[in-house]
């Protein structure tokens, strides 16, 4: 029996680790049955994602740093050359400068960190969208990237990550209405905390675990398995009508208006 992505072609841009969301979307996506190909972005990273795509079957690993124009073409250059068409690309991609993610927002925030979080954490998803679309003509393509709750409200030490991420969920619904007409899909996973490799940079993280655990409608966090199995199914042909749409994948924990009070 073919799974939900078989025949697809897929980019995954943002793999670092086994610890990433990124992994977790990269097995469901191979299990799924579709073909991936994969970027590292400098040579430090390069045999970890050479390991994470061999474990996923994919010969396809290409240089990406995604603050330089050039190598976003020559990433679909490659990808035309050995696939000549694309189904999907997940963004996996979200950088601030780690001092800009330390006490309050207001003291840490700097023009340059600014600047660096929009273009590293946002607008690299325009410009893998550039990159993709000439490739995904005539395919019913599909384009993923990650969000946080962050995005909509203020959390203790996300800072300047907050405001990229709400630009990043303004450019998914612009995305989605530009390119709708091509039947490209454009969709963003507000995932909740996980145990990451990125997570590691966010100041008292584990009192964030800790906190989702006892409030969340589910009373329990998420895994990177349950965001994989969830972006499978927006980047297959089951949510072909869905786009535009930053589906939250957290238990429950963006519904609450607060925490329930204590008897």
């Known amino acids: ?92 991609v979200g950088f601030a400068p780690r001092e800009q993610l330390e006490g309050n927002f207001v003291d840490a925030v700097t023009r340059e960190g600014f600047a660096i979080a929009h273009d590293i954490s946002a607008y690299s998803f325009a410009a893998l969208a550039k990159g993709a679309r000439p490739l995904m003509q005539g395919r019913n393509g599909a384009l993923l990237t990650l969000s ?32 709708g007409p091509e039947n490209i899909r454009v969709n963003a996973i507000s995932a909740g905390p996980i145990k990451t490799l990125a997570a590691a940079g966010i100041a008292r993280f584990r009192s964030m675990l800790d906190n989702v655990s006892r409030v969340a409608p589910l009373r329990r966090t998420i895994s990177a398995d349950e965001v994989g199995n969830v972006a499978a199914f927006l980047c297959s042909d ?3 009508a869905i786009t535009g749409e930053i589906v939250n994948v957290d238990a429950g924990y963006n519904i609450l208006g607060m925490p329930e009070l204590e008897e």
């Open 148 to 179: 946080y709750l962050g995005s909509v409200r203020a959390m203790p030490s996300y800072n300047v990550m907050g405001l990229a991420k709400a630009s990043l969920e303004a450019c998914t619904r612009y995305l989605a209405q530009s390119l």
């Open 1 to 92: 029996m073919n799974g939900l992505m078989h025949g697809k072609k897929v980019l995954i841009v943002g793999v670092a680790s086994p610890r990433s969301i990124a992994w977790g979307i990269a097995k469901a996506m191979h299990r799924e049955g579709a073909e991936l190909a994969f970027t590292y972005q400098n040579e430090k990273l390069k045999s970890r994602v050479d390991k994470i795509a061999e474990e996923c079957g994919s010969s396809i690993v290409l240089p990406c740093d995604v603050a330089s124009d050039a190598q976003i073409d020559a990433v679909f250059s490659a990808i035309k050359q050995q696939w000549g068409v694309l189904d999907g690309v997940v963004h996996a």
């Open 238 to 240: 089951y949510a072909s």
